[in-house]
């Protein structure tokens, strides 16, 4: 399976998301959202919303991935030090309440700034 030509197929049904093709692999961006990209290699696929991303072994569960980061039922909860990002959690709504996936974090950051968290979300895939 061609991952980045099932993407291309599918993003045609979404004409205000934003399809970019890049030297590692493909981006897309919602009109208000974060961007979800998807890269590979002959051993796995990454997937990333932003700074969070996940290594997957098989294209169907890197798809899987890729189209829940576009959904509306994915949240990227994003904390800041400063201006600078430093951990992304990925949050799926489960009965009406938002749950932790997965956390992404860097090691060294501004500790010492003002921290806040914001919140981004994708609803270009409704369900």
Same mark, same amino acid.
């Given at each position: 399976?061609?991952?980045?030509?099932?993407?291309?197929?599918?993003?045609?049904?979404?004409?205000?998301?934003?399809?970019?093709?890049?030297?590692?692999?493909?981006?897309?961006?919602?009109?208000?959202?974060?961007?979800?990209?998807?890269?590979?290699?002959?051993?796995?696929?990454?997937?990333?919303? @932003?700074g969070?991303?996940?290594?997957?072994? +098989?294209?169907?569960?890197? !798809?899987?991935?890729?189209? $829940?980061?576009l #959904? /509306?039922?994915?949240?990227?909860?994003?904390?800041?030090?400063?201006?600078?990002?430093?951990?992304?959690?990925?949050?799926?709504? @489960?009965?009406?309440?938002?749950?932790?996936? +997965?956390?992404?974090?860097? !090691?060294?950051?501004?500790? $010492?700034?003002? #921290? /806040?968290?914001?919140?981004?979300?994708?609803?270009?895939?409704?369900?």
């Open positions: 399976m061609d991952v980045y030509q099932e993407i291309r197929e599918r993003i045609k049904k979404y004409p205000n998301a934003l399809l970019t093709e890049e030297s590692y692999g493909l981006s897309v961006t919602p009109e208000g959202g974060f961007t979800v990209w998807i890269a590979s290699n002959d051993k796995y696929y990454s997937v990333g919303f @932003e969070w991303h996940e290594d997957f072994d +098989s294209a169907e569960e890197a !798809l899987e991935c890729f189209a $829940w980061g #959904s /509306n039922k994915c949240r990227l909860k994003i904390y800041n030090k400063g201006t600078n990002s430093y951990k992304w959690v990925t949050q799926s709504l @489960e009965n009406d309440e938002w749950e932790n996936v +997965s956390t992404t974090c860097l !090691l060294f950051f501004a500790f $010492w700034k003002k #921290s /806040n968290i914001i919140y981004k979300q994708n609803n270009l895939i409704t369900s």
